[in-house]
Structures are given as C-alpha cells and as structure tokens.
Antibody
C-alpha cells in the first residue's frame, strides 16, 4: 500500500526541539517533492515548508513563521523525510502532516495520518 | 502572500440536496506554465485531508462524481450535487501557484 507515516511527535517545552519523520512505503520517495503542513487544534491548514527531489535540485522553502527554526531534510536511502523543529514556541502546537503529489502536479493526493506536537511550559 | 477566502464558513445541508462552496484568491492563480493550481480538499473529523479536485476541475481518482469544481482566475467553486452523510467535514481550497502555499479558512459542511 502506498502511504506516508509520520512519527516523532510529542510534548516539549518552549525552546526545546523535536524531530518528526515521514516514512514512505509502497513507493520510492526519491523523485517526490514533499511538503509539511500543520493544523493547530481546531484551526485550519497551514503550509510549513517543502523540499524538492535531489534530481530537481533539492531546494527547500519554508513558511515565514518557521524559517530559521525548522529544517526539512531527506534521506532517500531510508525512504524518509524529516522535519527538525528547534526553538519551539507554544504556537507551534499542531498536528503535522507530510504530503506529496504522488499522481498529480500542483496538489497533494497523498497525506500521512499526522503527528501531534504539543509545546507547553 | 496570496490570501484565499472561502464562503460560507459553514453550511447546513439536507441529505440529497446540493451544496456550494466559494473560494476567492487575492490574485490570479494562473501559473506561468498556463495551469491554474487550485485544488479542493476534504477533511472528515479526525482524519487527514483528502484531495478531491485539482487544477480547478479535475476530479481525483476515486472521488464520487457528485463533486465538481469550476472557476477561473480568482474565483472558484466546489459543488456537491447531492450531499450524502459521508460528506460531512471541512472543505479547504488551496493554491499552489506560488510559495507560500496558502489555504482557505475552511467551510464546515453539516447535515440538517
């Protein structure tokens, strides 16, 4: 089955760090551009950042609220993407989804189930 | 940043009746490659988002044909021809013309 599975969420204090993983199964993630999207409790969807495939340059873009604090990376040999979150703030509390356009361009047709990150004193 | 504005915020619909959701962008979503990267997502309670429509009007694989998308430029619409119980959830439009990608605020569809 083609799927993305996030892991690594949890509770952290402000200023702390967490690393989320997004493991792909059923397909090779090496050619995929993968995006992270988050959703604060009871709120809408917010784009966090995106990493291109290495063959397309591996460019990474970030949303302004996380730029300089979050880092997206990939290990195609492990078929896994990562979201390193440093200097966490309470407003980073959200469910974090990884997503990709497996069959379409310009949209996300494959989403993980999400990983909850809670930042609280 | 491109602002995506959805209306209504919520919609109470009788089973079997139609529903319509509007999405307006603060600028044209026509990409330099000629495509308009406007998509619609459905999020059922407790679930991740699910792609319904991409590039304005293309229904994704497995999406029932009661869902349709239309529009151009800055104004877009998602229509459900006959609402079923499984359509309950929040619907989002999303633009992928440029970064940062942005989403509409969501429209909650409930059954009357």
């Amino acid at each position: 089955e083609v799927q993305l599975v996030e892991s690594g969420g949890g509770l952290e204090k402000p200023g702390g760090s967490l690393r989320l993983s997004c493991a792909a199964s059923g397909f090779s993630i090496s050619k995929a551009w993968v995006t992270w999207v988050r959703q604060a409790p009871g709120k809408g969807l917010e784009w966090v950042g995106r990493i291109k495939s290495k063959t397309d340059g591996g460019t990474i873009d970030y949303a302004a609220p996380v730029k300089g604090r979050f880092t997206i990376s990939r290990d195609d040999s492990k078929n896994t993407l990562y979201l390193q979150m440093n200097s966490l703030k309470t407003e980073d509390t959200a469910v974090y989804y990884c997503a990709t356009g497996a069959k379409v361009v310009g949209a996300f047709d494959l989403w993980g189930q999400g990983a909850m990150v809670s930042v609280s004193p | 940043d491109i602002v995506m504005t959805q209306t209504p915020l919520s919609s109470l619909v009788t089973l079997g009746q139609p529903a319509s959701i509007s999405c307006r962008s603060s600028q044209s979503l026509v990409h330099s490659d000629g495509n308009t990267y406007l998509s619609w997502l459905q999020q059922r309670p407790g679930q991740p988002p699910r792609l319904l429509i991409y590039k304005i009007s293309n229904r994704f694989s497995g999406v029932p044909d009661r869902f349709s998308g239309s529009g151009a430029g800055t104004d877009f619409t998602l229509k459900i021809s006959r609402v079923e119980a499984e359509d309950v959830g929040v619907y989002y439009c999303m633009q992928a013309k440029e970064f940062p990608l942005t989403f509409g605020g969501g429209t909650k569809v409930e059954i009357k």
